[in-house]
């Protein structure tokens, strides 16, 4: 599903992120990218998004190199991904109903498909009565749960959530876990970059630790395992 081979990544101010990782996370799983701060697991989202690109090295999604495609083809290529940030990036001037339709308008679904799928969503994610406010009108862990049914609702067969609990209170925060969980337990491919020791030790699932650019644990069943 998702491969890094042999990944390098030197920014042009001389900072190397990445120093030759070597990951494969298979279709269905939950795995948590785990580590101090510029420890790398940013510069691992941003790749898998083709915000940036490697020094050296490949990066397969699907069975699909990635590595170098052409700019028109990285829309395609994002497609199979679905993003949650830690600052909802939802649109603040459309109603929940219409950020979530936006991503479906971005890759031109039908009026039909987009009136069917996104009331699908918002009561997949609790919030079918919300569907006609804005985002101001509502708590951080509703915009999150937008944003959640915003990076779905194309089904894409990976998520990426990108410190989706670092606003939230530990109870919302806790929501939006059991939520992702429920998304990975229907097929959905989720890799999680986050600080939060709690969520990572309870969950119990595959920990990919990374210090100084390098991978230094990676467990079946892992915990956090550092000091907050």
Request: proline content about 5%; cysteine-free; glycine content about 8%.
């Amino acid at each position: 599903m998702i491969e890094l081979v042999n990944i390098s990544k030197r920014y042009k101010n001389g900072v190397m992120a990445l120093s030759n990782i070597n990951l494969k996370i298979e279709k269905g799983e939950f795995v948590f990218l785990v580590g101090p701060s510029g420890a790398g697991k940013s510069t691992i989202v941003k790749m898998l998004l083709k915000e940036v690109a490697p020094t050296q090295g490949r990066i397969i999604i699907d069975n699909e190199d990635i590595t170098y495609i052409h700019r028109r083809k990285v829309p395609l290529v994002r497609r199979k991904t679905g993003v949650v940030f830690q600052d909802f990036r939802l649109l603040p001037n459309k109603t929940v109903y219409e950020n979530v339709a936006f991503a479906m308008e971005i890759v031109e679904a039908s009026p039909k498909e987009i009136r069917r799928q996104v009331p699908m969503m918002l009561s997949m994610v609790g919030l079918s009565k919300k569907a006609k406010a804005y985002p101001e009108q509502l708590s951080g862990g509703e915009q999150q749960r937008v944003s959640i049914a915003r990076a779905i609702v194309n089904n894409p067969p990976i998520l990426i959530a990108d410190e989706p609990t670092g606003n939230l209170d530990p109870d919302t925060s806790w929501e939006i876990m059991k939520l992702l969980r429920q998304i990975n337990r229907r097929g959905t491919t989720v890799v999680m970059a986050t600080h939060a020791k709690d969520i990572v030790d309870l969950m119990q699932q595959r920990v990919i630790a990374l210090e100084n650019g390098l991978v230094v644990r990676d467990e079946k069943k892992g915990g956090y395992g550092y000091e907050n």
